[in-house]
């Protein structure tokens, strides 16, 4: 992609309501647009990586064994009265009146219309498990939507439903989701660590949410040292591999405030091991049993004919909250610092002098042998001066820079920098590649 053909419309300096970095950072580097409070335009750059972050989201969900479908954002009232919610969810609902006088909201959650396509569909205990998850926008109409994309009104979640015959199936469920997340947070370079909370408007006795430890979080969280390093478990999703998971994480202390009990905090935490600090919660896992399947009268006939209520449990991933969350964790005064996989493009080559033919001619054919290698470039074609192109390549933060200039050009090297620890070296153009495709 040229830079002189894309839409990268950067600003020198953040709009001074923006109060975080992450959310000073996606302004400046031109990733999204406010268009009402809470309500966001995603420009190419932040589209791209939020692209990429839901497809790592996706890629897990489905690794662990859910399947993918997608619910309308627009929802019956009357659906939401069957659960008793429809009352109970207050202002944060936006409720909305058709033409016809029906009555319709924006999905805050799908919990109801999951239940409503199951109890469609599925009569016997022998389609269970199952599990299905979507990625779709939500409207949740918060008091104070802030921080950009950290607390919209209208945000990017992934929402998983699963169903089973008892609990003891849906702890497998759950247990399965847990692990999902551990590797999909992993995948993304963040440290998330589970904590146990509480279960909120969703209801249910066992739940966690995954928290990125970062000062700005919103959430004051308390946790065992121990758990923020330990290693992205792996894709062993058998019940005995997923329990082992849970009773490993789970015997550490993590509680978020509304949970937290300071005495069983020292009991169970070594001194030099407890950990309080701020977090922000990208996930949150439930499960809640019979509490929408009872309601709305989703059953299965089980083996010996008789009909039993599904236990269910739901699996919140804040997907376009993400970007927030790891450019907090992952940036410098220069700018964002993308983690390899979810960086809008692989790298970012630079021409020092873009009116001068051998080095546009030199430019060129870097892109191309990179492209053909399967990496997707960014190609600052531009005239703008050369301070001003590190200055936009270090904000936008790609993980490698390949500059290309007039000196170095009759030198036969090139430089090559790596955005995350600023170490540059100046190789011939091949050596650069190998580098890069390592
Ligand atoms: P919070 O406590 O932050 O308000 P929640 O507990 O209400 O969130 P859930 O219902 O658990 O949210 O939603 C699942 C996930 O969706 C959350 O873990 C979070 O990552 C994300 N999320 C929730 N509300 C917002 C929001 N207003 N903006 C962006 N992401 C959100
Ligand atoms: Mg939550």
Not at 367 to 392: C, H, M, N, S
Not at 414 to 430: F, N
Request: aromatic share 8%; proline share 5%; glycine share 8%.
């Amino acid at each position: 992609m040229r830079l002189s053909r894309f839409f990268l419309p950067t600003l020198k300096e953040a709009p001074s309501d923006a109060q975080i970095v992450s959310h000073q950072l996606m302004l400046r580097a031109g990733m999204i647009k406010q268009e009402a409070a809470g309500i966001y335009a995603w420009l190419p750059l932040g589209l791209k990586v939020l692209r990429k972050i839901e497809q790592i989201v996706r890629e897990e969900q489905m690794r662990a064994g859910a399947v993918e479908l997608l619910m309308p954002t627009l929802q019956l009232a009357d659906l939401w009265r069957e659960s008793g919610r429809y009352d109970a969810y207050g202002p944060e609902m936006l409720r909305i009146t058709d033409r016809h006088e029906r009555e319709l909201l924006y999905g805050p959650t799908n919990e109801e219309m999951i239940t409503d396509i199951f109890r469609a569909y599925v009569k016997s205990y022998k389609s269970l498990p199952l599990n299905l998850f979507h990625i779709q926008w939500k409207f949740r109409d918060e008091r104070r939507p802030r921080f950009g994309v950290m607390r919209g009104r209208e945000f990017l979640m992934k929402d998983a439903y699963s169903f089973d015959v008892d609990e003891a199936a849906a702890r497998v469920a759950y247990n399965r989701m847990f692990v999902a997340y551990l590797n999909t947070f992993a995948r993304m370079g963040l440290k998330a660590v589970p904590m146990r909370a509480d279960t909120g408007p969703i209801g249910g006795d066992l739940s966690h949410e995954f928290i990125v430890l970062a000062e700005t979080g919103e959430s004051e969280v308390f946790c065992d040292r121990k758990l923020v390093e330990m290693p992205a478990p792996g894709d062993d999703f058998s019940a005995e591999a997923v329990q082992a998971v849970f009773d490993e994480r789970t015997a550490l202390y993590a509680a978020t405030e509304e949970m937290h009990d300071p005495a069983q905090f020292e009991a169970k935490t070594a001194e030099g091991d407890r950990l309080s600090a701020r977090g922000i919660e990208v996930g949150h896992i439930f499960y809640f049993g019979t509490k929408y399947s009872a309601p709305m009268k989703a059953k299965v006939a089980g083996p010996d004919g008789q009909d039993a209520e599904v236990h269910m449990g739901s699996y919140g991933v804040g997907v376009s909250r993400l970007l927030g969350a790891i450019i907090e964790a992952s940036h410098d005064a220069g700018g964002i610092i993308w983690p390899d996989a979810v960086a809008p493009f692989d790298v970012v080559v630079i021409n020092l002098r873009a009116n001068d033919e051998a080095v546009s001619a030199a430019c060129e054919d870097a892109v191309a042998q990179l492209e053909k290698l399967g990496k997707d470039v960014l190609y600052d074609d531009t005239d703008e001066r050369p301070g001003g192109k590190f200055a936009t390549a270090d904000l936008i933060g790609v993980p490698w820079q390949l500059t290309i200039g007039p000196k170095g050009l009759s030198d036969g090297v090139v430089e090559l920098k790596r955005r995350a620890t600023g170490e540059k070296v100046s190789v011939p153009l091949a050596e650069a590649i190998e580098r890069l495709t390592a």
